[in-house]
């Protein structure tokens, strides 16, 4: 049995655009990717309201031997998150979470250099930031990115993904001030499953969205 929803992020991306349609063609929105797979995603939104974009840097702080599985996130400006959960359930110590999180900040930093090329990070204040990803699992790298962006104070907070699953929704309508998503199966696989294609963006990919964005005189 097909799971797939969507062809591809950029179908993805073009379906949630429309749900997005309510932001388009104002000066105070700025779409906001979580690289890497949300870029794709984001660069329709960004095309179809004529809104700038740009990255939110995020990286998932794995457990120590079981990476895939997250203990926390960091987030471009140096927040972070921390999965209590996880880390009382398996023992993790304060000196182990530290020293993940200095591993993921580094690489966070690096990824940052090589998707900004020197562009500076866009000011949020008073701004409508739209949080885009390729969908919501555990939702523990967007939970960093609202932290992130929440401290710049902008006007307001969306999260907006193609897939995700029930729970997530009404979960992150908590903590966002608003949540559009274009598709919430029952049962929730996974993220990847609702996809034809889900081949891993790569770093050539992202950069090649940003600059094509940047071209448009709404990103200038």
Request: charged share 25%; proline share 5%.
């Amino acid at each position: 049995m097909a799971w797939y929803e969507f062809t591809d992020r950029r179908e993805a991306g073009r379906a949630l655009a429309t749900l997005l349609a309510h932001y388009a063609n104002r000066s105070d929105a700025v779409v906001l990717a979580l690289p890497r797979g949300g870029v794709p995603v984001a660069f329709e939104i960004a095309s179809a309201l004529k809104a700038p974009l740009d990255v939110l840097v995020v990286r998932k702080i794995g457990v120590p031997l079981q990476r895939e599985l997250a203990m926390g996130a960091v987030a471009s400006g140096g927040t972070y998150t921390m999965n209590g959960d996880v880390i009382e359930a398996l023992g993790i110590t304060s000196a182990d979470f530290l020293a993940t999180m200095q591993e993921e900040f580094e690489e966070l930093r690096r990824r940052e250099s090589v998707y900004r090329q020197g562009r500076p990070s866009p000011s949020l204040a008073g701004k409508i930031a739209l949080l885009v990803d390729d969908g919501l699992a555990t939702g523990s790298s967007m939970r960093a990115a609202i932290d992130a962006v929440r401290a710049q104070k902008p006007a307001k907070v969306v999260v907006a993904v193609p897939v995700a699953p029930v729970e997530a929704r009404d979960e992150f309508r908590l903590l966002a001030d608003e949540v559009v998503c274009a598709y919430m199966p029952q049962p929730f696989i996974a993220v990847g499953a609702h996809y034809r294609d889900f081949g891993q963006v790569s770093d050539l990919e992202v950069g090649e969205l940003l600059k094509k964005a940047g071209t448009t005189p709404e990103a200038a």
